[in-house]
T-cell receptor
Framework: AQSVTQLGSHVSVSEGALVLLRCNYSSSVPPYLFWYVQYPNQGLQLLLKYTTGATLVKGINGFEAEFKKSETSFHLTKPSAHMSDAAEYFCAVSVARGTSYGKLTFGQGTILTVHP | KAGVTQTPRYLIKTRGQQVTLSCSPISGHRSVSWYQQTPGQGLQFLFEYFSETQRNKGNFPGRFSGRQFSNSRSEMNVSTLELGDSALYLC?????????????FGPGTRLTVL
């Protein structure tokens, strides 16, 4: 079975600083990896995803993530944080198996706080 | 194109009651997945429906059930509510429900069980 671990339940950065949110996955087959963001009282919004091909994936709002198979990681970064980036971020995995229809396995989430 | 809609947005029920939540997917999407989000357990997969058939199910008791209609709208039912069922219930739609496909989430229904 696949699993996701997000290191750090809370991350705090200053406005303009680098954002780094860590995600490690476990999967016995090649994974598909996702980052979602959730603002208060809202659903989840897809930031970016990795399926195949280029390992550096660019998403919305200036975020990007790099798939590193050797490290089983898919860390999310943004060069310069903005106040509007404050939210909870979830890393998720799915795999191409017959029993995986419609199923994402999520990490526990990381709350990002951005200080002025 | 309209997004995923969920009704109602908020519900308050008492223990032992039952509840039905509704989800309308994005037009053209045939797969609907349901998730439960709680502070303690995080986001957990409940089940997925495609063309009116349940194709996948998470580790939840039989009190949690669902169905999908021919227009892809889906409902989720929880019977004999328990305090621990208090959660945000999210539905997500996708074209085919395949791994690697993008899931689009609704705003959720917040259920409070007293």
């Amino acid at each position: 079975a696949q699993s996701v671990t997000q290191l750090g339940s809370h991350v705090s950065v200053s406005e303009g600083a680098l954002v780094l949110l860590r995600c490690n996955y476990s999967s016995s087959v090649p994974p598909y990896l996702f980052w979602y963001v959730q603002y208060p009282n809202q659903g989840l919004q897809l930031l970016l995803k990795y399926t195949t091909g280029a390992t550096l994936v660019k998403g919305i709002n200036g975020f990007e993530a790099e798939f590193k198979k050797s490290e089983t990681s898919f860390h999310l970064t943004k060069p310069s944080a903005h106040m509007s980036d404050a939210a909870e971020y979830f890393c998720a995995v799915s795999v191409a198996r017959g029993t995986s229809y419609g199923k994402l396995t999520f990490g526990q989430g990381t709350i990002l706080t951005v200080h002025p | 194109k309209a997004g995923v809609t969920q009704t109602p947005r908020y519900l308050i029920k008492t223990r032992g009651q039952q509840v039905t939540l509704s989800c309308s997917p994005i037009s053209g999407h045939r797969s609907v997945s349901w998730y439960q989000q709680t502070p303690g357990q995080g986001l957990q997969f409940l089940f997925e429906y495609f063309s009116e058939t349940q194709r996948n199910k998470g580790n939840f008791p039989g009190r949690f059930s669902g169905r999908q209609f021919s227009n892809s709208r889906s409902e989720m039912n929880v019977s004999t509510l328990e305090l621990g069922d208090s959660a945000l219930y999210l539905c997500a739609s996708s074209l085919e429900g395949l791994a690697g496909g993008e899931q689009y989430f609704g705003p959720g229904t917040r259920l409070t069980v007293l």
